[in-house]
């Protein structure tokens, strides 16, 4: 794209000032909807500081192109350091030692052995740091150890010369516990004489509880909740349904394997405490090791240079971040504290279980009455089993009726896990949606036409109705003679545009022609270093890899926590509008040298130009030297979406090809066609590849992955990767998968995010309803190993006929 | 609690990861995060007890909870 210097004003220049009077806006004209489909122009009003709007991806150069990963040889090579690369002078390893039972009181913790195992520099014990508190309940005084929930949890450390010195020395501290009632099945957590978790209700002020309850969620033992959301009267939408479907889903706890272990090296000086984390938020690290030290921000340093994969479970400091820079403190060494696998099976978080009642009615024209929908989950020793956002956000209902619980257990508490309640309550939903499909004898798209009027949802139903995949469909249930029988499913998904301003960006051009942005963002390995270079090349009309991108460090501004499918959304457009304020400076540098006006001159191509032909192209790097200082650059930060008044969701619609075997159970995904959206695609290459990924990962939730608690010991019994089944090549099928392109007119790029909803929300119901067209039985419960599909095969099945 | 209710200014120690990013302090930031999805830990702890030895939560990390923290202090 030439860049248009035509709304050069010095104003524009210093964004800021603009800003603080709130009312210096312009109205422009921005592509909004689908090309192809929808695409028209809407206007919106802007901040005169932002850029001339974008045109839609074809007419750029290379936003909406896919160039090869920016770092992407620095990975295939080896080249790229991650945090446990990271080697530093004198470095210390620590080891974890963790409770080895699932509930019990600490009553005393021996570190002599371990001191003075050879190698060992330091021990730190996990204290209960009471502060001002002053507790009521006499026995907790016992001790002043933290009381021990789940096994695995973190006690002490061990810093040593060596991982494996760490390691043994480790194995010599002496615990010793006072054990505990425990309880690891939800269901028996449920009951009224189970073992308590967190001993007491929490809804008397003042009890060794401490609780207090103004927010009105109750406790009751085991289970905190419910947290209730009604909307309309969902009785009475009952009452007016034509059809009523009704059903239990079940959903297994997912724990997280991202490929890079959480983990940090620490190294605390007197001036600075520098640590290299595995994050999601270099942000979120620096502040609570901040807040835990009592540090001012600016003695911590922050530094995440490549980062091996999140999903929600890597955000703060953690246990690992405090020991480690405990430890160094105590030891005046830096210290590496990487988990193992065990380690990040049983104390760094997971996807909470779920056990829905779901309820839809609805008038005989699919018109959606009324939704109940009733969980129970257990988040371990935690919170935030919730479940109700496909049910709340995907259809237009007339009521709706959400009860979710929490049931406590002594298992490692949950963490965020990729779109957070959203596979388990589309697992649900979208069986149910088809279920009131075959009920109202209504086409399975027709119906999801009638309940969803959301413009892009259409338009990928649209495309799949049209897919080849989609019209092999048999629309009859089992069909198939067997005993392998074919199926196709579909589900959609939905996720939201959530966003965070507290980011921001740097760019600066040098005087020998180099360009870079600097942003403390993390790339967690989606890519945002590439769509950043992107940006900046678009720009400033000079290929991606000319431009360097210098991110992840909290030295540099302020960068948004990568989750919640935030990132892109988020950040670009401050990278955007910070490239265009550089750009106009450099203009102006550059143009008494030129004997030019800067409104003039625009850059493309790797070259300067001149509108008025007043010279001919001039190289990018020979115009710099033409710079009348070293450097010019401009900062940006994330300003508000340009019409907050509109809230938009992304999603997809995804279709599944399954065999089933009848006669072992099972279940083959021969092919996935995902239709997804992400507002302007920066780099499709990238999305895809995420939408690969999320396909996969809901693959492995379906059919594989199941964390196993031994009830009689409290255990995880899978703890490793060897028998935590994960998908591997074998069970991944053929993907294809098509962006919808949407322009929604919101920012200076237009970006949303994708890591969400690509392909795990929709995965589970997309093979259970491929399973249910199968071979006419609806798996209710995931996994659906081998075992569950022979079972549900084996079972009576409710009537289904149409009303 | 509805999500359109106000909730209680929580303790400064009371962190959440949800879908709107990590939220410490004010309570206005802390509107979206009344989501039955939020997973909370405590700073001064690493965990989802608190320590007085209760869970964490939006709900319970309030002014009454002896552990409490105001951002004030």
Known sequence: MAMDTTDLLPDAIHSDAVDSIGAVTRTVSMPIGIPGYTLHEEQRTVPTSEPPVLPVNKDLDYIGKSPERWDGHAKVTGRARYTADVQLPGMLYASFVNASIPHARILSIDTTAAERHPGVKGVHVIELLLGAAVLRDPTLERTKYPIVRFAGQPVAAVAATTPLAAQEAAAKVQVKYEALPFVVDVDLAREANAPLVFPGTADEAGTAGGGGSEGGIPQTGNVH??????????????????????????????????????????????????????????ASVREELAGFFRLPKSQVRVI???????????????????????????????????????????????????????????????????IKLISYGTAGCGTGAGCSGPAANLYKWASLHTEENDVFINAGPAAAFR?????????????????????????????????????????QRQIIRESALWKSRNPRPNADPGPIKRGIGLSQSVWYRHLTMNCGAEVRVHKDGSIEVLSAVQDIGSGIKTVLAQILA????????????????????????????????????????????????????????LSSMPADLSLSGGMVRSASGKFQPIPFRLAAAKMNTDEVSAQAKRIPDYDPSKYDTYGGVDIAEVAVDTETGRIHVKRVLAVHDCGRPINPAQVISQINGGVIQGISYTLFEHRLLDPNYGLMVNSNLDKYKIAGSYEVPQIEVQLTESYIGQSSTDASGIGEAAGIISAGAAIGNAVYNATGVRIRQLPMTPAVVLTALNQPQPSTEPV | MSATERPPQPCQCLRTRNPYGTSPLNAESWLPGVDATSTYWCLRTMGPAGPDEHYVHLSRCTPSRVCYESSDE
Do not use: C
Request: net charge neutral; no cysteine.
């Open chain 1, 225 to 282: 909740g419910p947290s209730v959301h009604k909307h309309g009267d969902a009785e009475q939408g009952f009452k007016d349904a034509d059809v009523i479907v009704d059903a239990r889903y079940t959903t297994q706890v997912q724990t997280h394997s991202a490929l890079e272990t959480h983990g940090v090296v620490a190294d605390w000086r007197p001036e600075l405490l520098t640590v290299y984390a595995s994050t999601q938020g270099t």
């Open chain 1, 304 to 370: 995440t240079e490549f980062m091996g994969g999140g999903f929600g479970a890597k955000f703060g400091a953690g246990n690992p971040g405090v020991v480690a820079a405990a430890l160094s403190r105590k030891t005046g060494a830096p210290v590496r504290l990487m988990l193992d696998r065990q380690e990040e099976h049983l104390s760094v978080g997971n996807r909470p279980s779920s056990d829905q009642r779901l309820r839809i009615g609805a008038k005989k024209d699919g018109t959606i009455t009324a």
């Open chain 1, 538 to 593: 678009e720009q400033f009309g000079v290929q991606p890899a000319k431009v360097s991108v210098k991110i992840g460090d909290t030295n540099y501004p302020v960068g948004p926590n990568s989750g919640g499918s935030v990132t892109t959304a988020s950040l670009t457009p401050a990278v955007r509008d910070a490239a265009w304020q550089a750009a106009q400076k450099f203009l102006l540098s550059i143009a008494p040298a």
């Open chain 1, 419 to 459: 779109a957070p309640g959203h596979p388990q309550g589309a697992f649900a939903l979208e069986q149910s949606i088809d279920e009131l499909a075959a009920r109202l004898n209504m086409d399975l798209l027709d119906l999801r036409d009638r309940i969803d009027e959301n413009p892009v949802r259409r338009v």
